[in-house]
């Protein structure tokens, strides 16, 4: 069962929804990463994304999209999915299983709704860009 299951807390590891150039069409777009702040490596990891919320007084979700990312070296990310503008109004969840030293581990992150703007981005060091980050 489930209770007699010890997972550990996650530290170190964060989600972020960062805005650049595309460098194919030189427009603006949104990407969603997973970044590793361990000194360990996350492994056989595995992201779930959707979304969901209200819009217009009417109930709105989106697909859920799995992503298997395989291992991610420590202090790096990885590029989990592209995101459109048209998803912020909608809470974005993005569920995260991995295993340290044969151990899993799962956290899930949330930006609730209208919480990716252009005020909220800050400087994300790991990856050299401004986004919104969840840790």
Do not use: C
């Not at 010890?6 to 650049?20: C, S």
């Not at 959707?50 to 590029?79: A, C, H, M």
């Not at 991995?98 to 005020?119: L, M, P, R, T, W």
């Amino acid at each position: 069962m489930r209770k007699d299951i010890h997972i550990p807390e996650v530290t170190d590891v964060g989600i972020a929804v960062v805005k650049e150039e595309d460098e194919a069409t030189q427009l603006e777009i949104w990407n969603v990463y997973l970044i590793n702040l361990k000194e360990e490596t996350l492994v056989n990891t595995f992201v779930s994304s959707r979304g969901y919320g209200i819009i217009n007084n009417e109930k709105k979700k989106t697909i859920k999209v799995n992503y298997f990312l395989k291992d991610i070296r420590p202090q790096s990310f990885k590029l989990i999915e592209p995101i459109i503008e048209d998803v912020f109004a909608l809470s974005n969840e993005y569920f995260l299983t991995f295993y340290i030293n044969g151990v899993i581990h799962d956290k899930k992150f949330v930006f609730v709704a209208e919480s990716i703007k252009e005020d909220h981005l800050r400087p994300i060091e790991v990856l050299g860009k401004r986004g919104v980050i969840i840790k």
